[in-house]
Nanobody, 120 residues
Framework: QVQLAESGGGLVQAGGSLRLSCAAS????????MGWFRRAPGKEREFVAA??????????RYEESVKGRFTISGDNAKTMLYLLMNSLEPEDTALYYC???????????WGPGTQVTVSS
């Protein structure tokens, strides 16, 4: 089993920055990909960014609206995942989730989430 726990959310003004952290514990050796998702009020959960293919170089992907503003990073041991968010906009307000998956599977390991609120 793998457990995930996010931290670092909060209230920030538009244009500001936050860094989210996700601590992974348990059988992290099984993790193939880790990422960040978010759910804004009244909307479906959406993909934000991910690191895919741990152990084979890794590929980083971003949702279009966060490219150039957000940076995902993590350690090779897959015990920590980060999301540095710059130039935050009110539209970035959401509950942010850390997620992980094994190779060939969908994301099925989720943290409880951390709230990010961006004021205008």
């Amino acid at each position: 089993q793998v457990q995930l726990a996010e931290s670092g959310g909060g209230l920030v003004q538009a244009g500001g920055s936050l860094r989210l952290s996700c601590a992974a514990s348990g059988r992290t050796s099984e993790i193939y990909a880790m990422g960040w998702f978010r759910r804004a009020p009244g909307k479906e959960r959406e993909f934000v960014a991910a690191i895919i293919g741990y152990g084979s170089g890794g590929t980083i992907r971003y949702e279009e609206s966060v490219k150039g503003r957000f940076t995902i990073s993590g350690d090779n041991a897959k015990t920590m995942l980060y999301l540095l968010m710059n130039s935050l906009e009110p539209e970035d307000t959401a509950l942010y989730y850390c997620a992980a998956r094994r190779a060939g599977q969908s994301y099925d390991i989720w943290g409880p989430g951390t709230q990010v609120t961006v004021s205008s």
